[in-house]
């Protein structure tokens, strides 16, 4: 007769049970392991998809390009990207937006007089967002300056004498 495992979960139990209920919660576990595994495949290539279908091709290729200027010195100017990609400086610019707006991509792009980087510190951090931050205050002051002029002078205003009458009022309707 076999030994009895007292020290088991499953006290009390012979050790040919024992080891044939070990054998079948390893399989099990096993089984489990796998299924969750496979599982974690499936989510990770989905979310793969879905971040592809989120950008164009070329956002992921300069994001790429870009890791290998880290830090303000590692600078590359945006012409020499733009030749890099064949495509214009207002495209480069357009996609430089994208990667820093989207949080698809965890890397803080800075911008230099010499050029674009990944900051690779706080500092460089701090004078990208000062300086983004500056120029967005001097877009809105042009902004408010443009509706001061525009309503002092009338160049705000629609002129479009009587055919155009019922189409204002009706404008004024709507709101």
Known sequence: ????????????IGREEYEERCALYDDEYEDRIATQAERSFELAREEEDQLKSRHEEIVFRVYDALMSHCGEA??????QLSAVFSITERKLRDI?????????F??????????????SSSEEVDRT???????????????????RKAGRNGQGKIICG??????????????
Request: aromatic share 8%; net charge negative; with cysteine.
């Open 106 to 119: 965890e890397k803080v792009i800075g911008s230099c007089t010499r050029g674009y980087f990944v900051c």
């Open 129 to 147: 967002n000062g300086a983004l931050r500056h120029h967005a205050l001097s877009e809105l002051q042009v902004y408010w300056a443009n509706e």
């Open 96 to 104: 430089i937006n994208e990667i820093r707006i989207s949080s698809d």
């Open 1 to 12: 007769m076999s030994r009895e495992i007292n020290d088991a979960p499953w006290v009390g």
């Open 162 to 175: 009587e055919d155009g009458k019922p189409f204002i009022e009706s404008l004024a309707r709507a709101e």
């Open 74 to 79: 590692n600078a590359i100017s945006g012409r």
